[in-house]
């Protein structure tokens, strides 16, 4: 997916996954950027009693880099504490929950939430909240009985103009992981896929996709932050082709080095530095470019240091396999692969962003640095009408890989970037195969369907991703 458990390592560790990222400028408030940062995938709504949570001791931050040098100048730092009203209970909540006050509810969480400014080899914090609360889980009409009301009293504003939201919502991620995961089978495709002489009968003609997250909730962490308060000059941009116009952003989880389990009371104590252990950037980086041995090194590693990982950039993995997974459909994609040629496209479109001139009338990068950073163009304003959940292309350019948005349909992005689709750009001489333009995992109507068939509950305004769905009315299949 995503990111969701796309590393051995963090698989075990849901609380610091970072899932999903997203970064927009935002369509209701346009002198604005929405930064949204998901944790705690594959959330079960009625995974009672001990229901979702933020880690206490995970260091959350999302990232800021407004000069293209692949580090954060900025970075909103999180902190989470959990308070237990009644311990003698087994009880999440012993009554319905009417407010975030409500004694009722007998396990909150409240967080801090800080901002760290570069300043030569310093950094200067700013607190920009305290013992903020966090909405309770949608449990059921008895525990929650108005839940999007509960949720909207989690939603702080503060004094610089800001606003955050830190608690469940309903994934908005949308992938069709049965079927990916089974040898990069596409269903509306299947009937074209090599079956390595097994003749399976439910290959023999294309099938509707299915959403493997439909029903699932998230953890979001969501900031809207004014413009100027993003960019390296304190100004909002207008020139789109100016590389000051375009941040980098990507979140990371850490732990402290030391965990230690009391023989005594089975209670955890952790000490010394914090160490990431979880990052994520542009989505299904770590998750189909990054080799198996390396992606619990790759989710330890900064940005600026992600040379060193270029040459699965220049020769992804799947665009090699899928000549070899769909027979024929890929001639001039197999022909270019066989000269050993580096896909430029590829390191343009996760490492440096685009540079002027490739696309036209668009650019999305801060500079040539190679770092993986979801690149957002901030003087490119939101697309109000006509909107495409294929982005950039799909002439859309407020959408993915120009940050992106909760609908964009980012699995059928890159799986035709990675099938050729976006290779003429920067290699005249290729030319796309006809069946480029068919590959989809198979989860929207059309370009112009922002919310995957129904199967969203997206928001017009902050936070955007839906509310989260009921334990009562969804539960584990």
């Not at 003749?199 to 493997?212: F, M, Q």
């Not at 369907?449 to 928001?459: C, H, I, P, R």
């Amino acid at each position: 997916m995503s990111s969701h458990r796309e590393a051995p390592e963090i698989s075990k560790d849901p609380v610091a996954d970072s899932t999903d990222v997203y970064a927009f400028v935002s369509p209701d408030a346009p002198t604005t950027v929405t930064l949204i940062a998901n944790y705690v995938p594959l959330q079960a709504p009625d995974g009672g009693p001990n229901f979702y949570e933020f880690g206490d001791d995970v260091l959350y931050h999302i990232n800021i880099d407004n000069n293209g040098d692949g580090v954060a100048e900025i970075i909103y730092e999180l902190r989470f504490n959990t308070v237990v009203g009644n311990p003698n209970t087994f009880l999440y909540n012993t009554g319905p929950i009417q407010s975030l006050a409500d004694k009722n509810w007998n396990r909150r969480q409240f967080y801090s939430l800080n901002r760290q400014e570069k300043s030569g080899n310093q950094r200067r914090t700013t607190v920009l909240g305290t013992n903020l609360a966090c909405p309770p889980c949608n449990i059921g009409p008895l525990s929650t009985p108005n839940y999007p009301d509960l949720a909207n009293q989690a939603v702080h504003g503060l004094p610089g103009g800001e606003k955050v939201f830190a608690g469940q919502r309903a994934e908005g991620f949308y992938v069709d992981l049965g079927a990916i995961f089974d040898l990069g089978d596409l269903r509306p495709l299947e009937q074209l896929h090599n079956q390595f002489g097994l003749n399976v009968p439910e290959l023999a003609k294309p099938a509707p996709g299915v959403n493997s997250t439909k029903g699932a909730n998230v953890y979001s962490i969501a900031l809207q932050v004014p413009i100027t308060q993003l960019t390296s000059n304190g100004s909002s941009p207008t020139n789109a082709g100016d590389p000051s116009s375009v941040i980098g952003v990507w979140t990371t989880a850490s732990r402290q080095k030391v965990s230690m389990v009391a023989q005594n009371n089975g209670q955890s104590t952790n000490a010394g530095p914090f160490v990431q252990v979880s990052r994520l950037g542009n989505p299904l980086v770590n998750e189909v470019i990054i080799p198996m041995g390396k992606k619990d090194y790759w989710n330890n590693q900064p940005p600026a240091n992600d040379s060193q990982f270029v040459q699965y950039f220049q020769h992804p993995e799947l665009s090699t396999l899928l000549p070899t997974l769909y027979p024929n459909a890929f001639p001039n994609l197999a022909a270019f692969n066989a000269t050993g040629s580096p896909r430029g496209d590829i390191v343009a479109i996760f490492n440096t962003g685009i540079p002027s001139g490739v696309v036209s009338g668009f650019q999305n990068s801060g500079g040539s640095k190679q770092a993986d950073l979801l690149r957002l163009n901030m003087a490119i304003p939101p697309t109000t009408s006509n909107l495409s959940n294929l982005g950039v292309v799909g002439n859309d350019p407020a959408g993915f890989p120009n940050g992106r948005r909760v609908f964009d349909d980012v699995v059928t992005i890159e799986l035709r970037a990675l099938a050729g689709a976006t290779l003429p750009l920067v290699n005249k001489s290729f030319t796309a195969d006809a069946a480029v333009s068919q590959v989809t995992d198979g989860l929207t109507t059309s370009p112009t369907d922002v919310s995957a068939m129904g199967t969203e509950n997206y928001l017009p305004t902050f936070p955007y991703l839906g509310v989260p769905y009921s334990g009562f009315a969804v539960p584990a299949s």
